[in-house]
C-alpha cells in the first residue's frame, strides 16, 4: 500500500519526510534550502522523484500566503512567488498535491495528532527564524478572506521601529536571532547553537538570563495579543526551542506578570489560555502538510 510524502520548504532547510496516513513516518531527510529558483525546483524534483513510485499523494507547506494551491509572496523565500506545484506535479503523477502556510500547517499537525487535539478553538505559535500562527476556532482551521489569517509575523509591537521589520513580532520574537543575541554575548563562536544558548541560561549566567526572560515577554504578549481577538482555551509553542521546558515556563510566567502584576485589570478581563509546547516541534509542518492533504482528499470524495 503506497504511502504519502511530505515536504516542508523553511527558509533554511527543506524537510521532507515519507509518511503514511495513520502518522508513522518511515524516512524523512533534509537538504539546505538553495535560494536560486532554479536549483531550489531542481532540489525538490529530486526529492519526489526518489519517492514517486512509493506515494500516492504528495503535500507540501509553505512560507508566503498560499491562494489555493499558488504559493504568494514567499516570506523569507521571495523568489517561491507564483509557484504552484499542485500544477507542476498533480498532471504528470496523477495522484492529489496540496500546499498549505506553514504555520496552518503547524496547527493542523497539533490538532491531529498533538498537543492541541479535541480543542475546538486552539492556537499554535512556531518560534523559527520569524514566527509561525496557525488558528482553529469552532474546530475549523481559520484562512481568513485573503487566506492571510494567523500571519503573526507582521503583527506590530514596536511602532517607533520603523526599519524594515525591525518592529514587528517576525524579527522581534525570532528564535534564531535570540539564540545569536546569547551566544553574541557569550562570545561564543556558534552563533546559531540553541543548545549553549539554554546552557548558559540554565547555568544562570546574567546576561544570558536578561536576554531570555526579554524574549519570553516579547512571546507573553504575542499570546495575550491573540488572546484579546480570538479567545482560545489552549495555545501550543512550537519549533526547535520549544524542546526546552524552561522556555515555556519562562512564557507561561512572563504571562503571569503581565496581566498579574503590570496590569491586573487584563488579568480580571481575560481568562489566560492553557500555553504548552508543541508535540512535534521541528517536523509539525511534515505533519500539518500531510494532514492538510488527507482533509482536501476527505473533501473532495465527498463530492
Excluded at 517576525?170 to 540553541?194: E, H, P
Aim: proline fraction near 2%; charge should be neutral; aromatic fraction near 8%.
Amino acid at each position: 500500500m503506497k504511502d504519502y510524502l511530505s515536504i516542508d520548504i523553511g527558509g533554511t532547510m527543506i524537510k521532507y519526510a515519507h509518511i503514511d496516513s495513520s502518522g508513522i513516518m518511515i524516512e524523512k531527510g533534509e537538504i539546505k534550502t538553495s535560494k536560486n529558483k532554479k536549483e531550489f525546483l531542481c532540489d525538490i524534483d529530486k526529492i519526489v522523484q526518489r519517492y514517486i513510485n512509493q506515494i500516492k499523494g504528495l503535500a507540501f507547506c509553505a512560507p508566503g500566503k498560499i491562494e489555493e494551491t499558488k504559493i504568494r509572496f514567499g516570506g523569507a523565500l521571495p523568489f517561491l512567488d507564483g509557484i504552484d506545484f499542485a500544477h507542476i506535479y498533480s498532471g504528470e503523477s496523477h495522484f492529489p498535491v496540496a500546499i498549505i502556510n506553514d504555520g496552518k500547517a503547524s496547527v493542523l499537525a497539533e490538532s491531529w495528532l498533538g498537543s492541541l487535539q479535541n480543542e475546538k478553538n486552539c492556537a499554535a505559535i512556531t518560534l523559527g527564524t520569524g514566527i509561525g500562527g496557525g488558528i482553529i476556532l469552532n474546530g475549523q482551521l481559520l484562512e481568513g478572506v485573503h487566506f492571510q489569517a494567523g500571519e503573526l509575523s507582521f503583527m506590530i509591537c514596536d511602532y517607533f521601529q520603523k526599519k524594515n521589520m525591525d518592529g514587528a513580532m517576525g524579527s522581534l520574537g525570532s528564535a534564531v536571532k535570540f539564540v545569536k543575541t546569547i551566544n553574541t554575548r557569550m562570545n561564543s563562536s556558534d552563533l546559531d547553537n540553541g543548545r549553549r544558548a539554554f546552557n548558559a541560561v540554565k547555568s544562570q549566567i546574567p546576561e544570558a538570563v536578561k536576554v531570555f526572560e526579554s524574549y519570553c515577554k516579547k512571546i507573553a504578549v504575542l499570546v495575550l495579543n491573540i488572546q484579546t481577538v480570538i479567545d482560545v482555551s489552549k495555545v501550543a509553542i512550537g519549533g526547535g526551542i520549544s524542546a526546552q521546558p524552561i522556555l515555556i515556563e519562562g512564557i507561561n510566567k512572563a504571562y503571569n506578570q503581565l496581566v498579574n502584576v503590570i496590569n491586573p485589570l487584563i488579568g480580571q478581563t481575560l481568562t489566560k489560555p492553557t500555553i504548552v509546547a508543541a508535540k512535534f516541534k521541528n517536523d509539525a509542518n511534515l505533519y500539518g502538510a500531510l494532514y492538510n492533504l488527507l482533509l482536501n482528499i476527505d473533501k473532495e470524495s465527498e463530492y
